[in-house]
T-cell receptor, first 115, second 109 residues
């Protein structure tokens, strides 16, 4: 069964450093998403991506964040100059369409710890 | 601000009972509605989705949607200890998904 994969599973970084979180969406999916979940809190939408550009982004997704699909399979989230409050689980998700009834499939997540 | 509200629980039910989970949403333009299960430290996994008023059944799970009341629920019949998890309600509006904080369910053997 196809699945979304994410690497690394856990990333530890120093405050102020840049991190890149990687995702490989399901191969025939067209829409990609990043979410984050701070420990004990709800899943929060960051950004959606389609046709090599951002479709929507939340107020969380400020200039510190960027996304890229550098090739036909990877989808990355870059966080520049990480802050302590960026510590969270980051989930990538993909879906085949956005007609409103296409469910998203989530990857296992990357736990980011900023020290 | 688009909100999705859930009772955080914890909700405890005995094994074999029906668990009822509720969710309300604020945006009348919301198009589809999802229930995810999340075990501690894991990613959300989809249980089912619904986009039309009424009931939708899938095995032991039934989702109910009432758009007039902006309310969606999930019933779990014959609850099992393995159903113990946090249940997330998610709402699709446009190209964004909004999640509730989740309801923690414990099924007591």
């Amino acid at each position: 069964e196809p699945e979304v994969t994410q690497t690394p599973s856990h990333q530890v970084t120093q405050m102020g450093q840049e991190v890149i979180l990687r995702c490989v969406p399901i191969s025939n999916h067209l829409y990609f998403y990043w979410y984050r979940q701070i420990l004990g809190q709800k899943v929060e939408f960051l950004v959606s991506f389609y046709n090599n550009e951002i479709s929507e982004k939340s107020e969380i997704f400020d200039d510190q964040f960027s996304v890229e699909r550098p090739d036909g399979s990877n989808f990355t989230l870059k966080i520049r100059s990480t802050k302590l409050e960026d510590s969270a689980m980051y989930f990538c998700a993909s879906t085949s369409g956005t007609s409103g009834w296409n469910e998203q499939f989530f990857g296992p997540g990357t736990r980011l710890t900023v020290l | 601000q688009k909100e999705v509200e859930q009772n955080s629980g914890p909700l405890s039910v005995p094994e074999g009972a029906i668990a009822s989970l509720n969710c309300t949403y604020s945006d009348r333009g919301s198009q589809s509605f999802f229930w995810y299960r999340q075990y501690s430290g894991k990613s959300p996994e989809l249980i089912m989705f619904i986009y039309s008023n009424g009931d939708k059944e899938d095995g032991r799970f039934t989702a109910q949607l009432n758009k007039a009341s902006q309310y969606v629920s999930l019933l779990i019949r014959d609850s099992q200890p393995s159903d113990s998890a946090t249940y997330l309600c998610a709402v699709n509006t446009g190209n964004q998904f909004y999640f509730g904080t989740g309801t923690s369910l414990t099924v007591i053997p």
